[in-house]
């Protein structure tokens, strides 16, 4: 890792925290590993990533439809989907300061390559070998305990008033898309849609990750965003490719540029998949997935149909015929994105040998849109004009009043959380019923007539 590369993380966690994105969790209390706030500008950009997602999954599609399952559920569903026997990660322990460490992060980091479809035995064995090449990331020490598979699922005491979480614990769900198969009947008895089709559905999910690591990149409550597209058999390849195209384009038309995206073939597929890629974006760290596209067959509704006692099969209304649906997925992560997004939009300019940072956002992602500025704030006749001009553009749009420190500052600050347009009502506006945009790519200024003003931005913005 180059030290440029350590800065940009460096940078972006701090500007993050500064700025009011992303807050460590309960920190007053110390903070809790793996777990992140979204702050008060962080809240919109992740909402906006949301919408983003929804409108292209289901506002634009008549194919797909939106769901919001619950986080609980039954816990067959979690012995069904295989989450209670296999999800899991190899866990080691330094001997020496007792912290936990993922072993094929370990591994992978020398360049050794653990497939996840190993048994624990073949993951100790690889490791036993290459222990004494590897040190603890956080001593330094090299004895390490032998390897043991941890459960990922995350148990709660829902409903549980014995206390023995051993019998019948009910998990914090592990991905969303288990709610998508479980509500997959319920969706088609009451909707008219028919295959193929797709269920889409934004939600928490919980992971006990052993190692919760480079800020949101990985935490142990995240919120993914995933669709589950129901095929025929035949159909399956040809829509999985459909998928691949439409995710692609989607980052693209986030704004995210194209060469710090690539995909990522999965060699070693699990045995039910047919093909599986990830989407990775470029972080700090390097090359990481960003959002899985994988090609599942019929596995999901076989399990459940197995487990539950329901026939989850579909009825082809043309020939009568029934089949499993198979299924292509798209699944994605609100935190990634963020983060991604985070890294491609950060830009350092210098200014008249003074130092800018600015965060390029496209405007549809940036949490304020329009700041508002009276040139100075103890001149009332300017702060009542700029007041009014606030209150009529905050019916549209995220917009922010801002009479602090002199105009230079006040610009910094807009920069630094992306704001395109500020708009400064100075001396003359009193006289000319004109104000001062300034653009924050450009950092161009024009003169706009108030009256003209709400058209102008328009016509930016939208
Ligand atoms: N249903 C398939 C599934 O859950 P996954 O690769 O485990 O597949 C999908 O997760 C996406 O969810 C990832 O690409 C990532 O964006 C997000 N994700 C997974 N684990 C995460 C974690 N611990 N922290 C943040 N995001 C995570």
Not at 205 to 234: C, G, K, L, S
Request: charged letters at 30%; one cysteine or more.
């Amino acid at each position: 890792m180059t030290n440029k590369k350590e800065n940009l993380m460096d940078k972006i966690v701090s500007l993050a925290k500064r700025r009011g994105f992303v807050f460590p969790s309960s920190e007053i209390y110390g903070g809790l590993a793996g777990v992140y706030d979204y702050g008060y500008y962080g809240v919109e950009i992740a909402n906006a990533i949301k919408r983003e997602w929804w409108k292209t999954m289901v506002q634009l599609r008549e194919d797909i439809v939106g769901l919001d399952s619950s986080i609980f559920m039954n816990p067959k569903v979690w012995e069904a989907s295989g989450h209670v026997s296999g999800f899991s990660d190899p866990l080691t322990e330094c001997k020496s300061c007792h912290i936990r460490l993922r072993v094929d992060h370990l591994l992978e980091d020398k360049g050794i390559f653990a497939d996840e479809k190993m048994t624990e035995e073949e993951i100790n064995k690889i490791f036993s070998e290459h222990k004494s090449k590897i040190g603890c990331p956080k001593c330094g020490g090299k004895n390490f305990t032998d390897v043991k598979s941890f459960n990922l699922l995350v148990k709660s005491n829902l409903g549980n008033f014995t206390g023995d979480l051993k019998k019948d614990p009910v998990y914090l769900r592990g991905e969303t898309c288990q709610g998508i198969y479980v509500n997959y009947k319920n969706v088609l008895d009451s909707s008219r849609l028919k295959i193929p089709f797709g269920i889409a559905q934004i939600g928490k999910a919980f992971r006990n990750e052993i190692t919760a690591r480079q800020f949101i990149f990985r935490t142990r409550e995240f919120e993914q965003m995933e669709m589950q597209y129901f095929v025929h058999p035949d159909q399956e390849m040809e829509e999985y490719e459909k998928l691949r195209k439409d995710r692609w384009q989607y980052y693209l038309d986030l704004g995210i540029k194209e060469e710090n995206l690539k995909w990522k073939k999965h060699e070693n597929l699990v045995f039910y998949a047919k093909e599986a890629y990830d989407i990775e974006y470029k972080y700090p760290f390097g090359f990481s997935e960003l959002e899985g596209v994988h090609a599942r067959g019929d596995y999901d509704l076989t399990q459940h149909s197995k487990f539950s006692g329901e026939d989850l099969s579909y009825t082809d209304l043309i020939n009568n015929k029934k089949y499993i649906p198979h299924i292509i997925e798209s699944s994605s992560g609100v935190g990634r994105t963020f983060f991604a997004i985070l890294c491609d939009v950060y830009n350092e300019e210098e200014i008249n040998g003074e130092k800018r940072v600015v965060m390029k956002f496209p405007k549809k992602l940036a949490p304020i849109k329009v700041a508002i500025f009276p040139l100075l704030k103890n001149k009332p006749k300017l702060v009542e004009k700029a007041r009014e001009i606030y209150d009529l553009l905050k019916l549209d749009y995220m917009c922010e009043f801002d009479d602090n420190g002199n105009i230079g500052k006040r610009y910094r600050r807009q920069d630094e959380i992306g704001t395109p347009y500020c708009v400064t009502v100075d001396f003359d506006s009193l006289d000319d019923e004109a104000v001062t945009v300034r653009d924050r790519d450009t950092m161009k200024q024009e003169r706009v007539g108030m009256g003209e003003l709400v058209k102008y931005l328009e016509e930016k913005l939208n």
